[in-house]
């Protein structure tokens, strides 16, 4: 490598590979990185009824237009954003497993027709109320942890209650099964899905929440790091990006400013920030990059826009993998860890 990525990335080698999906080495790891919606979030620990979750800033969004908010919002032509279809997708049992969003949506459209003694009909086309019913929907279930101090960096908090979430929807599918199985087959879902195929993930997805609610707290590693520091330990973390899934598996992560770089104005020179190689891409923002212990070591940000870095490289998949930037949590000008940990559920 030479001119800017000298000073970005100056070791000689890294490695990295991804492991496949049926590989139960290092599973309660890979779990904890979780998808909803636009971006990815780590696990850090949970009580009977809610969860804490860290993730980008840019992941949640702000506070008029969070995440959850989006996954209830219809585009221009009445359909729900393509990048919301899935409420959540997550790793168990070595697989991938998912609850879908058009089903759950579909559902609240019934108990507010409900609700309201509408009939139910679809062909009635755009409602604003209902429309403002639905974008606000989540709000009962997440909340981002606005007093957490983050030292202007791109990381963030929230919560999930889940057990309020899995009550609610339970209360759903009984609403519709007592309407009768005509009523259910009249129900517009998506294409190759079925009633009882959604029912069936939803207690695929119970039952994951009541595994991971007893998982043990998340430890974080406190290691203080500073400008030109390497690590050659191994770290993994399972990245969401877009439509794919990579169990990432790599070596070799040096620490260096981030560059000043037309393409990502957000980056900061001043901030010392983790460099690796690693199958990444848009939806992987947030995901955790572990020890082999299990400890969290660093946060994933973002790939690096820089033009001269090149070329791509690729894993046994065919994944690309991209010189990607993460989160420091510890340096010697602030400590994140501790801040994180007083977040945590009791």
Known sequence: MGGIESRLYKLPWFGFRSDSLEETKYAD????????????????????????FLTNKHVIGDSVQTFWK????????????????????YYDDSKIKELDNRILFKLWEIKWFDDKNFPYNPAWGKIDELDRYMENLYDDYFEEK??????????????????KFIKDIE?????VRAK??????????PANEKFDNFVSNFNEFKKYWKKISKFEPLKISDKIWE?????????????????????????????????????????NPNVI????????????SGSGIFNTDGSLAFLNKAI???????????????LTSHMSSALTLRTKDYNLVDEIYKAYLK
Do not use: C
């Open 70 to 89: 989006l996954m209830n919002k219809k585009d221009q032509n009445n359909q729900i954003n393509p990048r919301y279809l899935k409420f959540m997708r």
């Open 304 to 318: 690096l826009g820089v033009s001269s870095i090149g070329p791509y490289f690729y894993d046994q998949f065919g």
């Open 273 to 284: 920030t983790p460099k690796f190689f690693a199958a990444n891409g848009i939806g992987a």
């Open 180 to 189: 009768g199985q005509e009523f259910v087959n009249s129900i517009e879902l």
């Open 29 to 52: 790891i890979f779990t904890r990185n979780i998808r909803f919606g636009a971006g990815t979030a780590v696990f850090l620990n949970a009580n009977s009824e809610k969860a804490a």
């Open 227 to 267: 400008a030109d520091n390497f690590d050659y330990t191994t770290k993994i973390g399972m990245f969401w990006a877009q439509n794919f899934v990579s169990k990432n598996i790599f070596k070799g992560v040096y620490f260096s400013p981030e560059p000043q770089d037309q393409e990502n104005s957000s980056n």
């Open 171 to 175: 209360d759903l599918i009984n609403r």
């Open 146 to 163: 606005h007093d957490f101090k983050n030292n202007n960096l791109d990381i963030a908090i929230f919560y999930f209650n889940y057990a």
